[in-house]
């Protein structure tokens, strides 16, 4: 009987593509960038006035908002009171050129907070319980928590069992919204197991971590790209963020419950002129000069007026 060797040929040349298909390098550079971010006290610093006509001074990590990173062409002075990404041009009214982002990440999610008072008012790693986040919503910025039928949530637990209920969780793992590891391993849960804990000199610093980017530098090699950054303050009147969009998100449709859970808006590295606001925090940036740099800073140390 003869062989047929077509079918020995084909074999050969899978083994030569996969052999070869091992070897072949693509030219791309990704990393993990990772480095530490800096929020000054001053941006985690508010004057309040209580109803009593009292005022009060506070620093506190619940006055970070979200941050938000991205890596960009490079920054430039004179497009906005402060540092801004390079923009494209503008083709619609009202809408400023793109700056074409890399890639990014945020420090600080909006989750879905079980309350129509808590909509885009509330971001992970900020809170160690539940019943921190009344104290500070109820006592501290005089924004009192209500539920579904107006009346105020006077204890943590009320909020807990809400998320349980109307999506089904079985822990305060699955909600997202407090402090539920001892990252720091001191064997207590509190203020300096969360993404922001604050220095000897009052500011407030995390880790950050951008996975598996892809590593962009300029046509001549001279640097690579620009990590860009800014934080999103809470409004004075309302504590909710600028980056966060009530009207979408998950929508809750039980009972007497009809309101969006909020979502960050898609474009905020895309146009992050359309969300800065006074109160707001950015930086000069940090441009690479290679895709191992180490020791990356970002200091969010310039206030928007």
């Known amino acids: 009987m003869l062989a047929r ?3 020995f040929a084909t074999a050969a040349l899978a083994l030569v593509a996969s052999a070869s298909g091992c070897s072949f390098d693509e030219g791309l550079t990704i990393r993990d960038f990772t480095g530490t971010v800096k929020v000054p006290k001053a941006a985690a610093t508010r004057t309040f006035t209580h109803t009593d006509g009292s005022t009060e001074t506070i620093t ?13 062409p490079s920054v430039q002075d ?43 008012k509330v971001v992970t790693d900020r809170y160690v319980s539940f019943d921190d986040m009344v104290g500070w919503f109820n006592d501290t910025l005089d924004l009192p928590i209500a539920d579904a039928n107006g009346n105020v949530v006077t204890n943590g637990t009320y909020i807990e069992q809400t998320c349980f209920d109307l999506m089904h969780y ?61 934080m999103d303050a809470p409004s004075t009147l309302t504590g909710a963020f600028s980056t966060c969009d009530p009207d979408l998100g998950y929508l809750e ?9 909020g979502r960050v808006y898609r474009d905020v590295l895309n146009h992050p002129s359309l969300y800065i606001a006074g109160g707001d925090y950015t930086t000069e940036g940090y441009t690479y000069t290679s895709a191992d740099d180490e020791n990356v800073e970002l200091d969010l140390d310039i206030p928007v007026e």
């Open 5 to 7: 060797p077509h079918l």
């Open 60 to 72: 506190d990590v619940r006055m970070i908002g979200p941050v938000y990173l991205g890596f960009f």
């Open 78 to 120: 004179g497009l906005y009171p402060y540092p801004h990404p390079e923009e494209g041009p503008a083709f619609q009214a009202g809408i400023p050129g793109d700056t074409y982002p890399y890639g990014g990440t945020t420090m600080g999610d909006t989750q879905f907070p079980c309350l129509q008072s808590l909509v885009c």
């Open 170 to 230: 079985t822990s305060d793992d699955e909600i997202r919204l407090t402090q539920t590891d001892d990252s720091n391993g001191d064997g207590t849960i509190d203020a300096q197991d969360l993404q922001f804990t604050q220095n000897a000199d009052g500011d407030f610093v995390a880790q950050f971590k951008i996975p598996q980017q892809q590593y962009y530098e300029n046509a001549d090699g001279s640097a690579g790209f620009t990590l860009w950054g800014w």
């Open 253 to 261: 449709t039980q009972y007497n419950r009809y309101f969006y859970g």
